[in-house]
T-cell receptor, first 110, second 113 residues
Framework: SQQGEEDPQALSIQEGENATMNCSYK?????LQWYRQNSGRGLVHLIL?????REKHSGRLRVTLDTSKKSSSLLITASRAADTASYFC??????????FGAGTRLTVKP | KAGVTQTPRYLIKTRGQQVTLSCSPI?????VSWYQQTPGQGLQFLFE???????NKGNFPGRFSGRQFSNSRSEMNVSTLELGDSALYLC????????????FGPGTRLTVT
């Protein structure tokens, strides 16, 4: 079963705009990760944030984590057409269960 | 370093048959995890192996099994295939715990007819 739920399910923006995706989860977690998947291929790890961290940056990516609300957001700044992909959040908990959300489909128009 | 490789990339099987999928992790990675991805259920965790031992298992029937060899290569087997087993099967490797950065292979697209 899925743990996280990404919001929105689909997002379409123009190149240069920022894209924000949200992930909510249900149980307490140890870590939350974001992955990108291009068109039915393997996933690429973007960033990991631990439960005791609140914010993390990596290049044009910014991830926040609010454990009190059981939610995380992924911000991609100055988006490019190459950012077009599906983005998934994944959580692991004390039961060592690894769960992925349903994903947000991002389309960046040139 | 070579990435995670999965073979075969595409497979068509008939209901009732069995199938074996193979995954070669990145050199030095000892953890291998398997996932099933379908449009309806999304990405679901199957199991994780570390040093030839299954460490964690998802909520899948016993028809789904796996193993890991001493060189960390892993195989996944599905017996008595059902139409609902049609999916993209992804393998991921990591250095230690599966719950840190995972490197995914391109997947095996299984179609059951």
């Amino acid at each position: 079963s899925q743990q996280g739920e990404e919001d929105p399910q689909a997002l379409s923006i123009q190149e240069g705009e920022n894209a924000t995706m949200n992930c909510s989860y249900k149980t307490s977690i140890n870590n939350l990760q974001w992955y990108r998947q291009n068109s039915g291929r393997g996933l690429v790890h973007l960033i990991l944030i631990r439960s005791n961290e609140r914010e993390k940056h990596s290049g044009r990516l910014r991830v926040t984590l609010d454990t009190s609300k059981k939610s995380s957001s992924l911000l991609i700044t100055a988006s490019r057409a190459a950012d077009t992909a599906s983005y998934f959040c994944a959580t692991d908990d004390n039961n060592n269960d690894m769960r992925f959300g349903a994903g947000t489909r991002l389309t960046v128009k040139p | 370093k070579a990435g995670v490789t999965q073979t075969p990339r595409y497979l068509i099987k008939t209901r009732g048959q069995q199938v074996t999928l193979s995954c070669s992790p990145i050199s030095g990675h000892r953890s291998v995890s398997w996932y099933q991805q379908t449009p309806g259920q999304g990405l679901q965790f199957l199991f994780e192996y570390f040093s030839e031992t299954q460490r964690n298992k998802g909520n899948f029937p016993g028809r789904f099994s796996g193993r890991q060899f001493s060189n960390s290569r892993s195989e996944m087997n599905v017996s008595t295939l059902e139409l609902g087993d049609s999916a993209l099967y992804l393998c991921a490797s990591s250095l230690g715990q599966a719950y840190y950065e995972q490197y995914f292979g391109p997947g095996t697209r299984l179609t059951v007819t």
